[in-house]
Structure formats: C-alpha cells, structure tokens
C-alpha cells in the first residue's frame, strides 16, 4: 500500500514544485532585437524577429537570450550573405547567447516603468566576454512585462574580422537595440 501511495504522490509533489518554481517564470512572447552599424561609408541595419528566445526566472533572478544569426534579415541580400559566411560565419556559430543575473531586483507584479540591469556573459562569434545590458521594464496591468534597450558592442573584441579594404563600411561599434514582450509561463 505503501508503494502505491509513493507511485502516486511523486509526480504529485514534482508537478505541484515544478509549477511552484515556474510560477516566476517569464517567457518571451516576442522579441525583436536589430542592430546599426554607422560607418563612413556605409549604413548598415540588420533586425531579427524570428529567431530569438529569452526567459527571465525571478526566482533567481536568472536571464537567458538566444539568438539565431541566420535570423537577421537585411535590406540588401548580399550583405545578409556576406554578414553570415564572411563575419559571423553562422554555419560554424549559428546562436549568440547571453545567460546572466539581474542586478537587482525589481516589482515585476507591480504596474509601473523600471530600470533594469543584467550581469552575465554575451557570447557572439563563439567569444565570451563579460556584460553588463540595461533596459527600461514596463509591468502592464495584465502582468505582462515590455522590455526595452539596447547596448554596444565591438566586432573586434568578438574576433568578427573585418578586411582593411571594408574598415570604412563597417563600424568599429555596433549598436543593438531589443524590444521584447514576456508573459508569466
């Protein structure tokens, strides 16, 4: 008898943790994250809507960002080419990544407008470097969260070569921006 109740009450008390802890889970619904790149000679845009995935667990305070390279779409489709084969090479790095910890802590069950920082590790190009990404959160009345910002990056400190003879097209720092959307899963 008692090996029955044991068969039963496990997935009981795993489904009821496992709901508990996911409780303070958030889920990216969308999230849209583009970049700039202002050179002399040329501008560059890029935006992915498709293959980003992000959650933040306020329970540890922990945030994860996926991001599929092959994703970014560009006005011109030779540049796309160039971006994925020569820079970013995304056969052999397809995802960027940022897993890290909020800096602090904020109301995420309160409506109202909230800085934010993360702490973790951005990885791009297959090179970990250690970043702090801020952002601005809008708690909305549906306990949704919007998550606005953006941050600077250097294709040099992630070994993105670019070929003296492009040094005026591409610039030295990039600018990322990311609008998002999470919903309580």
Avoid at 139 to 153: A, C, E, N, Y
Wanted: hydrophobic residues 40%; proline residues 5%.
């Amino acid at each position: 008898m008692v090996r029955n109740m044991a068969r039963w009450i496990k997935p009981i008390l795993i489904t009821w943790l496992a709901c508990g802890l996911r409780a303070q889970t958030y889920h990216a619904d969308s999230l849209i994250i583009s970049f700039y790149s202002d050179a002399p000679l040329e501008k560059i845009t890029a935006e992915n809507r498709t293959g980003c995935l992000s959650w933040i667990d306020f329970k540890t305070d922990s945030v994860y960002v996926r991001v599929r390279i092959r994703d970014f779409s560009f006005p011109n489709k030779l540049m796309q080419e160039h971006f994925n084969e020569d820079y970013l090479e995304s056969d052999k790095y397809p995802y960027a990544h940022f897993w890290g910890k909020l800096v602090a802590p904020f109301p995420y069950t309160r409506p109202g407008t909230y800085a934010v920082s993360a702490r973790g590790v951005l990885e791009i190009h297959g090179v970990r470097r250690e970043e702090i990404i801020s952002g601005v959160y809008e708690v909305l009345p549906d306990s949704k969260l919007k998550l606005t910002g953006r941050f600077f990056i250097r294709p040099a400190d992630h070994k993105i070569k670019v070929p003296r003879l492009l040094w005026e097209k591409i610039a030295e720092q990039v600018e990322v921006t990311f609008r998002a959307t999470y919903q309580r899963r």
